[in-house]
């Protein structure tokens, strides 16, 4: 087989900036640029195999592909009770796995590998198959066809890959000889390109950035004028901490803060705690005075969420020197859209992402540098930071229609005219 060239979807920038940039340059797919089949309703299959089927990351990935036209056959694992949003597909439940549960989700993924006829039937017929995490690709692996294209979407990288130890070892060659049979990499963070499947896993093209940016036609619900909003009230700085919760030092260091006797500082919390490192959050929460957990949210409450706090806190410590500090979180975008100052460590990559588009609140340890800065903020430079943040240019914060558009088109090995 003549070699085929592999697309370059990041391409890293080595002029001393330091920054990875789309490059979508026409490729061909490594089975030969199938063409995609379509359904009655006129979209084309796809299936999509995922690790919780009510992670909210999930359902927008979902509401993505279909709004770009894919009748979307949708299996997975769950993690927490609730219904499930149904997209426009079939959804296959693969059964109740668990966080920080390895073993048991390993005999889970076991079973399924064993006896793979629902999700091969599920797969059957779609020309692409998507594979959110590690376990999925090794079932996706199982039933894919020679026909299909296998994408892998990796949005963090657990602790586990990046050990020295046997397992570690044994874990990230099962991941290579998957990478070597997969067509496209998807992350969150140029971090994860460049600091893991580039230096580690040896894997540098072939890999597509897809921020986790805000479909654009939600622009009009979140936000509003950001200069209107007057910060510190009564002179209390109020910090937000929105989204999944699983950082213990995190709730620390709010706590801490909380109690500062220099600065008003008052914490709203919101979310899903994590039952692997919270086991009873609420009762956690409330014995530090100064924080109020809100209980789990939906996306139409974020717009309300924002407009009571001054900044987000957009720290985590909860993989600390690994995926802590390559992620690009959900939370960042969201509280820039709703025009609200992340907090956020200088030295990762969410800290990065800030300094270079000039906006946010950056420190090197939270504890010491946070109340002197909070005590010395004044109303008019906190405006110029909200100023700053309504400045951003639109590709900055929103997943436009060209933008999913070659998205989708990477996706499914389509080339560019």
Known sequence: MSPIKRFRFLKYNADGMGRWK????????????????????GGAALAYLVHDLNDAAVRRRVDLLAGEGFLVGLGGFHRHAGALRQP?????????????RLVKRAVAVMKWLLSPGAIRALSAGAPVIVARNLEMLILAWRVRSPQQRLVYECLDIHRLMLGAGRKSRLMRWIERQLLA??????????????????????????VLLVENKIPVERRSSVG????????G???????????????????????????????????VIAGIASPAEFPDFEAQVAVFPGLRYLGPFQQDDLARLYAAVDFV?????????????????????????????????????????????????????????????LVSLSRSKYAEMRAAIAALPERALYQTAKERRDIVDAIVGRAHA
Not at 26 to 38: H, I, N, R, V
């Open 22 to 41: 789309y490059n979508f340059t026409p490729f061909a797919s490594k089975f030969g640029g199938f063409q995609m089949e379509t359904v009655q309703s």
């Open 88 to 100: 426009a597909g079939r959804v296959l439940d693969l059964g109740p796995t668990q966080d920080a």
């Open 181 to 206: 049979r997969t067509d496209l990499v998807i992350v969150s963070s140029p971090a994860f390109a460049r600091d893991y499947f580039g230096s580690r896993q040896g894997r540098r093209d072939g």
């Open 224 to 231: 509003g004028d950001v200069c209107e909003r007057r910060p």
């Open 233 to 267: 009230e009564g002179a209390v700085w109020t910090i937000g901490w929105f989204g999944m919760l699983r950082c213990r030092k995190t709730l620390e260091q709010l706590a801490a803060l909380a109690r500062s006797s220099r600065v008003r500082i008052e914490v």
């Open 313 to 373: 806190w957009a720290v985590d410590y909860f993989e600390e020197g690994q995926n802590s500090d390559w992620l690009l979180p959900n939370r960042l975008y969201e509280g820039l859209a709703n025009g609200v100052v992340p907090i956020a460590l200088d030295g990762v990559e969410t800290g990065r992402w800030l300094k270079r588009h000039g906006v946010g609140l950056l420190v090197d340890a939270p504890l010491v540098e946070l109340p002197a800065q």
